[in-house]
């Protein structure tokens, strides 16, 4: 069954570097997203992207988050100066055009500690 | 990819008996309500979704049951199976837009031999 590559499983960075976190969609999927999860806390939405573009994001997502896919494959999460309040699961989803808005299919996570 | 929570509500079956997991939304304007279910080291996963002109959609295994009336949602498991342990999240989604799913808090599911 096709998934979600995330890498790495693990980051630990210290506060103020740049991360990114890697994602490999489902190869024929057009709609790409991240959420991310603080430990105890809900899934939350950070951004969607579908034809190159942001399409909508939350406003947790601010200037020190981007996302890229550089090339047909992958989808990437950058964020530029870390902080505490960063440390959480990051997760990649991804989902095609036929399968509905409602079913998306998550990776298993990046873990991000930010110290 | 846990999703640990210290503060999780559990729900504690036996094997083979029915599971009903509860959730409580708050926006009216949801056009889709959704059930999502997260095993340990994974990431979530889709389990079934019901539009809110409806109150019930059944599935394999599992029933949602949608109550507009006190913004209340569940989800049933039939014959409940240790495959089943996992932690559990309502959703909720607006038609119209890019998906931009609003994930409850979540329930533990603890199925015991």
């Known amino acids: 069954e096709p998934e979600v590559t995330q890498t790495p499983s693990h980051q630990v960075t210290q506060m103020g570097q740049e991360v990114i976190l890697r994602c490999v969609p489902i190869s024929n999927h057009l709609y790409f997203y991240w959420y991310r999860q603080i430990l105890g806390q809900k899934v939350e939405f950070l951004v969607s992207f579908y034809n190159n573009e942001i399409s909508e994001k939350s406003e947790i997502f601010d200037d020190q988050f981007s996302v890229e896919r550089p090339d047909g494959s992958n989808f990437t999460l950058k964020i530029r100066s870390t902080k505490l309040e960063d440390s959480a699961m990051y997760f990649c989803?991804?989902?095609?055009?036929?399968?509905?808005?409602?079913?998306?299919?998550f990776g298993a996570g990046s873990r991000l500690t930010v110290l | 990819g846990e999703s640990v929570g210290l503060h999780l509500p559990t729900l504690s079956v036996q094997e083979g008996d029915n599971s009903i997991i509860n959730c409580a939304y708050s926006?009216?304007?949801?056009?889709?309500f959704i059930w999502y279910k997260q095993e340990s080291g994974k990431g979530p996963q889709f389990i079934i979704d019901i539009r809110s002109n409806m109150d019930k959609r059944q599935g394999q295994r599992v029933t949602v049951l949608l109550n507009k009336t006190v913004k209340h949602l569940s989800l049933q498991i039939a014959a409940t199976q240790p495959g089943d342990s996992a932690v559990y999240f309502c959703a909720e989604n607006r038609a119209g837009g890019y998906n931009k799913l609003i994930f409850g808090a979540g329930t533990r599911l603890a199925v015991h031999p």
């Open positions: 926006n009216s304007a949801s056009d889709y």
């Open positions: 989803a991804s989902r095609n055009r036929d399968s509905g808005a409602n079913v998306l299919t």
